[in-house]
């Protein structure tokens, strides 16, 4: 669920630097210390936009909430996370601590199509039962262990791919056209598809969440971030793009305490794209976050 421990992690790069923090015990960007706290106030589970992409140390939504609340808070974000990982972390790393505020981070460009993939693995699967956990977090050696293996692995099959480019500068320059186009539709959002349906398990895995969250007097809360293009593309006011008005139903009829970023932020801001990194990538700049943090936290009640 999350990376190797206490290692300095190059996450990414949108903008000048590349976005660089020290690993927590579990692998997640916390400050490792935090986990020390007896009793934890806050929780954050998502993706890479709970991960903290890519902002620097302190940028992040769970670094603005300690400054701005003075309270210990967690992300347990982790870049490509959908729905039914997102639950599984739940049950991982929060049954010791029990949270007294669990966000829950949904991104509405790609959350429901990653759940496509992730209902494929069966272990994944086994999170549905109440009671299965793989007790991941007195585990974290061999996680550390097995995660390191893989990046040897995946580090040698580059070399070998890049080798073997090197000796063809024809194939070579092919395979910089591809690399372009990929990050241009990563740019555009023109390769995650928009064809979909709200699967019956979102729900399942919605309900489970807040059904635990509540069993220890705990709260959870849905924030829904919108996508980037929906400024760049005038679709402002579309309450149907990306089943926006399904997902938001949906989330009143579970009894889900709903903070729509959208309808609280960025409607009311002359120009939203300045609160996207560099105005044309996915994730949020620095203000964006921290403008954004300040909302949840009017929400909850944690600021006048």
């Keep these: ?114 759940l496509k993939e992730e209902k494929s693995n069966s272990i994944l699967m086994k999170y549905l039962n109440d009671d299965f956990t793989q007790d991941l977090d007195s585990k974290q050696l061999e996680i550390d262990k097995k995660l390191k293996k893989y990046i040897k692995l995946a580090e040698s099959e580059y070399k070998k791919k890049t080798h073997k480019i090197d000796k063809n500068v024809e194939k070579f320059l092919s395979f910089k056209k591809i690399i372009r186009l990929q990050i241009l539709r990563d740019k555009t959002a023109l390769d995650r598809g928009l064809n979909f349906g709200i699967d019956p398990l979102f729900e399942k895995i919605l309900v489970k969440s807040r059904n635990l969250v509540n069993s220890w007097g705990g709260k959870l809360y849905f924030v829904y971030l919108t996508d980037k293009e929906r400024y760049s593309s005038h679709r402002v006011k579309d309450k149907n793009y990306l089943k926006k008005s ?6 009143n009829n579970l009894d889900i305490p709903l903070i729509d970023i959208h309808e609280q932020f960025f409607i009311k801001q002359a120009d939203p794209l300045k609160f996207f990194a560099e105005r044309i990538y996915g994730h949020y700049s620095p203000d964006g976050y921290n403008e954004i943090s300040k909302i949840i936290l009017k929400n909850i009640n944690m600021l006048d």
């Excluded at 190797?4 to 015990?25: A, H, L, M």
């Excluded at 399904?246 to 989330?251: A, G, K, P, R």
């Design 1 to 114: 669920m999350g990376g190797i421990s206490n290692t300095t992690t190059v996450f990414c790069k949108e903008g000048d630097k590349f976005s660089i923090y020290e690993s927590d015990r579990y692998g997640f960007n916390n400050p490792d210390h935090q986990w020390d706290n007896e009793k934890i106030i806050w929780f954050l589970i998502g993706d890479s936009f709970a991960q903290g992409s890519c902002v620097q140390p302190g940028d992040d939504f769970a670094s603005r909430i300690r400054f701005l609340t003075k309270q210990s808070a967690i992300s347990l974000g982790m870049s490509g996370n959908g729905p039914l990982i997102e639950l599984a972390s739940l049950k991982e790393y929060t049954l010791k601590k029990k949270p007294k505020i669990v966000l829950w981070f949904y991104f509405e460009r790609n959350d429901l199509e990653d």
């Design 246 to 251: 399904e997902i938001i139903e949906l989330i």
